[in-house]
Every structure is written in C-alpha cells, then in structure tokens.
C-alpha cells in the first residue's frame, strides 16, 4: 500500500566504497536530526523508512547507510530499491567515493581488514566492491569524492546538500537558569551574568516567588535597565545564531545567571526563549536552581 507522500526528500540511503568515509557522512546526518543507522541489511529499508509516516512518529528524517559489509544481503537492493518506489516513499541516494590510493592509505592507518579480503590484499577487495557497486554509483542522486576531502568539509557539503528548508530547525538550543552560588552549568557555550539587574530577593512580598510568578516577572521585566538590556541581548543573539549554523554547529547553550538562579535568570531565560522559538530555532528550557534556595532556607 503507497504511503503518503511528503513534500520534502527524508529518506536518505548512504552507500559507496569501503574507506570513502560513510562513517562520517552518518555523523554529519545524525548531527543535522537524522535517525540513523549503520550496515543496514537492505531488505529492512522499506519497514524502517515507513517510520517517517507513521500517525505521530517523532521520527522525521532518516539516513541509512548500506554497503558489502551486508555480504549476500546487499545484493537485495534493487529489490528493495523498486519496493520503495512501488510505496512512494522519496528517497536519495549518497554515494561516497576516493581514490584506491586514498582507499589503502586509510585502511592501513586504521590497521582495518577490508570487508572483500580475507588474505589481505586490499586492492583485490577495493576492486571486487568496485565491480558490486557500479550500478548502485550510476544511480546516486549525489556523489562525493572525498580523497582531498577533510571531515570539516564532507560534513559542509552534505548540509549544504541535505540540510531542512529552515537551516534553524537544524539547530537545538538550551536556555538554561541557574545560580551563581551553585556553580556555572558544566555544559554552557555561552554564559549571560544577569546579576547587575534589580535583585526581588530584597523585596519581602517577593523574596519566596520565583521568577515563574506573574508579580516578580513584572518586577523585573518593568525595569528599564532590563528593557534595554533584553533588547540589546536579542540584537546580539540575532546575529550570532545565524553565524553557528553557518558553521555547522548543531546544538548551543546558553546560560542565564543570577545569584541564587530563582529570580532574575529565570525570568530573562524564559523571554530568551520565547525570542528564540518565535525567530524560528528549537528550544528547549531548564531552569536548573529554582526554588533550590528557597528549599534550603526552609530547612534552616
């Protein structure tokens, strides 16, 4: 039964010689929210792409990798290839190629057996998959050559090739608040002290809110200091984030602190947030010390 058609390419089968680089090309797509999996028998991708389709699969992207290491059961492909057609499931094939040079240099380095010799002559291995896999090379909808390819540049190459219509959704974001008095999140790219902001814990009808309560949202958010300090924040991310997907960077955290992480950055990390989904990137939020001092004063 044909599935339903989708308006975007999200399978991806990654095939091509031994040593040409598959390994890295399935990281760049994990990277860039691809579900993957490596060596895949080719029979079992029809029932694996078919997950894209499902009624609430959170699975919407999928990059597969296929090559001789799958021994009789590569050759099952083209069979699998017209299943996936007769289905309508969209698909692109991405094979990766080098030099026989490049090929043994990387073998050796590695001190690898090549998957088609057991007497390890490496040539007589990268010739017979050759000859395995030429049809399945003139069929790619791309083809790389990486032997003056460094990993940097494989991995721009595919996502300039595969990457979403919004390179954003390619991008996780981590707002995270915390408290200075508690250390700096372990995990931060980059750290905003919002400590110079106007403090509610001085305030005693505010002290044992958090900055999730209305009243010291307001208290904080009416001050013009921080008026102007989230404008000139916003600004900033505006033109950074777009300069980290650029570079291939998949995931960021920033974060937000103020002394005890209950107040102030709570507050700023929730707007920072919202900026951020409503400019188009995947966020998620963690305020990490909330209510954590107000606990503790509970116990003393």
């Known amino acids: 039964m044909p599935v339903k058609k989708q308006d975007k390419t999200e399978v991806v089968i990654i095939t091509g010689v031994s040593g040409a680089g598959k390994t890295q090309a399935i990281r760049s797509f994990e990277d860039m929210g691809y579900f993957c999996i490596d060596n895949l028998p080719p029979t079992l991708i029809p029932k694996v792409a078919e997950l894209v389709f499902l009624p609430g699969s959170r699975v919407k992207r999928i990059a597969l990798v296929i090559d001789v290491r799958g021994g009789e059961l590569f050759d099952a492909v083209w069979d699998t290839l ?17 030099s026989d040079e ?8 590695t001190r690898r057996r090549h998957p088609l010799t057991e ?7 990268i010739k017979r998959e050759r000859e395995l896999l030429t049809s399945l090379r003139e069929s790619a909808d791309l083809i790389i050559d990486t032997t003056d390819t460094p990993a940097y540049m494989l991995k721009d190459k595919i996502r300039t090739e595969f990457m979403v219509e919004n390179p954003r959704t390619a991008m996780n974001v981590s707002v995270v608040s915390f408290g200075y008095k508690y250390g700096l999140p372990m995990d931060a790219d980059l750290v905003v002290d919002v400590r110079f902001l106007p403090n509610p814990h001085y305030i005693e ?3 044992n809110l958090t900055g999730e309560d209305k009243k010291v949202r307001q208290f904080v958010l009416d001050r013009p200091v921080t008026k102007d300090f989230l404008k000139r924040l916003e600004t900033f991310l505006k033109f950074l984030m777009p300069h980290y997907v650029k570079e291939g960077k998949t995931h960021i955290t920033i ?13 700023l990390a929730n707007e920072i947030k919202n900026f951020l989904k409503e ?3 995947n966020v998620v939020l963690r305020h990490r010390d909330i209510g954590r001092e107000l606990a503790s004063e509970e116990q003393d």
């Open 119 to 125: 007497d390890g002559d490496i040539m007589l291995g």
């Open 102 to 109: 490049t090929v043994i240099k990387r073998f050796k380095e």
């Open 255 to 267: 974060a937000l602190g103020c002394t005890g992480g209950n107040h102030r950055s709570v507050v």
């Open 205 to 207: 009808k505010l002290k």
């Open 82 to 98: 017209r299943e996936l057609k007769a289905k309508q499931i969209d698909y692109k094939i991405l094979f990766l190629d080098a």
């Open 279 to 281: 400019t188009g990137y």
